[in-house]
DNA sequence: TAGGATACCTACTACTGAGTATGATTGAGG
DNA sequence: CCTCAATCATACTCAGTAGTAGGTATCCTA
């Protein structure tokens, strides 16, 4: 191992006091932060695989091959390892929002295509450590900064929540209940998706958000029948949740 | 403490071999049963508070006013509690669903009372057991009866949906994907539910059927609009989304 | 090629916490 | 009183693991 490409950085000699020295020294920076991404990715992977607590730092140590104090260089505590998997994890959902909101669409489908995001970024390598991130485990500290987080998320959908019912794109409901089922929903993915399924993250979010946005009850129709002795009828949208 | 009450057991002669002696056992036996339940209801509240592996055993005999050993006294190991207080809680949504069979309603009213049953019983002091309870703390045995006891409640509100698709009062769908998109909006109320909060369980549950079953996009009207400039409506089921 | 920074390892410390050995206490029944 | 069983405490053992001390090899710059 150890094979860094040692650029002999032929370009000799720079004007400046700041310039030629710090050429390899970029290099090395770089090649650093890439290090540190493989031992946070592979945090987040043994945590998914057994949980915060049953994994020890040995144990990732051993999956990347090097040995604890390795791991040490890169992070400076296991609690900070879990925060950067975390934020990871959210980065993508706040990528989500970013992404949606210049969007010229009714509130309902900028929320889908959120949840499809929030969905999609629950089942990632990082799902685990987002939503089962426990505040117990960490410094108060990190925890106030992971509360925020989680409750921006929250605010958002229950904002597109609002404006759909008020543009009328989404049934008047109350917002926080609504954002509480729907973000629910998604987070529990985490608990038992694992990436050898047939289903991607994409679908699994597609599906959900075909479930929330039609509802249990049938459509159509309309008169909501008590008596069940009606004939199955097999409309509209047939069970083809997955399709995006 | 140890106000057992010495009932005297007046009652003296007994026929059999197998009579008195047994009395007083028997009271034991009932007082042991009663301390068990107390320790693992302790259980149950201090793993809610701080998590499995955040929780001694000191700290749950501690709360118990007694120490560690009277605690092995009554359990036999740490795993073992947080399995008791697991089916605790599954218990609960298995009476739901004994309760719902013999009703001669709709697949998709049933499957409403049993989510409203499931809603109350995450919100319960076992909630947080039953729902996070990771098969990874526990032994291989216990995590498989675990498995099992999940996954025939997960196999009860599929065939709820399979029976209300059938019956027409369920809009046709996924069962798989709808079950745990159900499932777990309901399971994750035991991450943020706290009891002192204003909400009981059964409302919570309640507002979030409420939301299963009409889903997002607005009723009535029909034509789902595209444009965002319709007036704002505030008709049928307005935002009391928790009454029952 | 020396000197310094970087990257990584071996071999620890220190502590927590599950589970136990052993004995004291208490109350009931004889 | 005496015994026996249930109940509970004191005082341990022992394994696992977060985190560190200090050293070594390698590369970069001068």
Redesign the pocket.
């Known amino acids: 191992?150890?094979n860094?490409r040692?650029?002999?950085?032929p370009a000799g000699k720079r004007p400046a006091s700041t310039a030629?020295?710090?050429?390899?020294?970029h290099?090395?920076?770089r090649?650093?932060e890439l290090?540190r991404d493989a031992v946070i990715r592979a945090a987040a992977r043994e945590f998914n695989r057994k949980g915060y607590?049953?994994?020890?730092?040995?144990?990732i140590?051993a999956r990347l091959?090097?040995?604890?104090?390795?791991v040490?260089?890169?992070v400076?505590?296991?609690?900070q390892l879990l925060f950067q998997c975390f934020v990871a994890g959210v980065e993508r959902i706040r990528i989500g929002f970013r992404d949606v909101r210049q969007l010229q669409l009714p509130a309902r489908e900028r929320l889908a295509a959120v949840l499809r995001r929030y969905g999609e970024a629950v089942a990632s390598e990082f799902g685990w450590c987002m939503v089962r991130a426990e505040e117990q485990d960490l410094s108060p500290a990190m925890s106030r900064h992971i509360k925020t987080l989680k409750s921006e998320i929250d605010q958002g959908i229950r904002r597109l929540i609002r404006e759909g019912v008020q543009d009328g794109s989404i049934e008047p409901c109350d917002p926080k209940m609504t954002a509480f089922a729907l973000a629910g929903a998604l987070n529990w993915i985490a608990h038992w998706y694992r990436e050898d399924q047939s289903l991607s993250g994409a679908q699994i979010a597609a599906a959900f958000v075909t479930v929330f946005e039609g509802g249990l009850r049938p459509r159509g129709s309309g008169a909501q029948l008590t008596d069940r002795a009606s004939p199955r009828r097999r409309t509209r949208r047939p069970a083809t949740a997955l399709a995006r």
Chains 1, 2 share one sequence.
């Open positions: 191992m150890n860094r040692s650029s002999p950085s030629s020295p710090w050429r390899a020294s290099e090395r920076q090649d650093r290090k607590h049953n994994t020890s730092l040995d144990d140590a091959e090097v040995t604890k104090p390795t040490y260089y890169y400076t505590s296991k609690e």
